[in-house]
């Protein structure tokens, strides 16, 4: 299969490209420096470059493959800017010029990622694909997204992955750096769940859905345990010897969700089953 992957050099798209090339597919990736065309084509794949908030180069780059990928994000890092407005762009405006290039040219086959964020705050109740959602207004654009695929006639599956961590991510770098330095703090009591999916795991998750999942379907990809933040911060203390995370006061939002309908629909079982085996190395 010709597969058109838009957020190639992304945390998702890095762990993505290789296993569909390993799986026989021919990728073609849409990138916006000749460097990072330059880097891909000495890899083993096609490169070409565009953007995808310019119509015009996606509905050339998109000529001729069989499915598209949109794994296209721009997430503000923790501590760091707070402006979503590019990501806001590439949900909305992005979405839609590939949704139509791919209409327009026949690409019937189209996975879109997702974020299980959109379920909102559901306290101890474990959220699943039919749980309504209630989405932050900094995360808007992802409803709006999800709307405009669902609108679409294409062979569309939506996957929304759970709170990324693994390699690129520089979330568990991070926690032991803060644990370390005594600056990790447990939210509120600590008892808020959260859903945690390697970036391995979602990569598999999108190889597996652009091969067999069935059109029009959406799937919730997280790891087998929802974890507190107590737990998993104490854990990562513990792991490089530092004090027990101390509460803050601050509650965070309580999201833990189930990958039941993944599993059986597609067969997919996480590699990193907890957050244990996860961040082990």
């Not at 296209?72 to 800017?81: E, K, L, R, S, V």
């Not at 770098?173 to 795991?201: K, M």
């Not at 979602?202 to 997280?222: D, F, I």
């Amino acid at each position: 299969m010709r597969v058109f992957v838009v957020g190639a050099t992304g945390v998702l798209g890095r762990q993505t490209l290789p296993r569909l090339v390993e799986r026989g597919h021919h990728a073609r990736a849409l990138v916006r420096s000749a460097e990072q065309a330059a880097r891909l084509n000495r890899m083993g794949i096609e490169a070409v470059q565009g953007d995808i908030l310019d119509r015009t180069s996606v509905v050339s780059a998109v000529a001729g493959c069989d499915a598209a990928l949109h794994l296209a994000t721009a997430i503000p890092h923790p501590g760091g800017a707070t402006d979503w407005t590019l990501n806001d762009r590439i949900r909305r405006e992005g979405t839609r010029n590939l949704v139509e290039a791919a209409f327009e040219l026949g690409v019937r086959r189209y996975v879109q990622q997702s974020i299980t964020f959109l379920y909102g705050d559901q306290g101890s109740h474990i959220a699943d694909e039919a749980t309504p959602l209630q989405a932050k207004a900094n995360i808007s654009s992802s409803v709006d997204m999800e709307e405009m695929v669902r609108a679409s006639s294409l062979e569309w599956v939506i996957l929304r992955g759970g709170a990324f961590y693994g390699p690129g991510t520089g979330a568990e770098d991070r926690w032991r750096r803060d644990a370390l330095a005594g600056t990790l703090r447990v939210p509120g009591e600590g008892d808020a769940l959260q859903s945690l999916i390697h970036a391995v795991d979602m990569a598999r998750a999108v190889v597996l859905a652009l091969e067999s999942a069935p059109a029009g379907s959406t799937y919730n990809v997280v790891d087998d345990e929802p974890v507190t933040y107590r737990d998993l911060y104490g854990y990562v203390a513990a792991q490089v010897g530092a004090p027990e995370p101390q509460p803050d006061g601050a509650a965070m939002r309580s999201l833990g969700c189930t990958n039941a309908a993944l599993k059986a629909a597609l067969g997919w079982s996480p590699l990193y089953a907890t957050y244990r085996s996860g961040l082990a190395s």
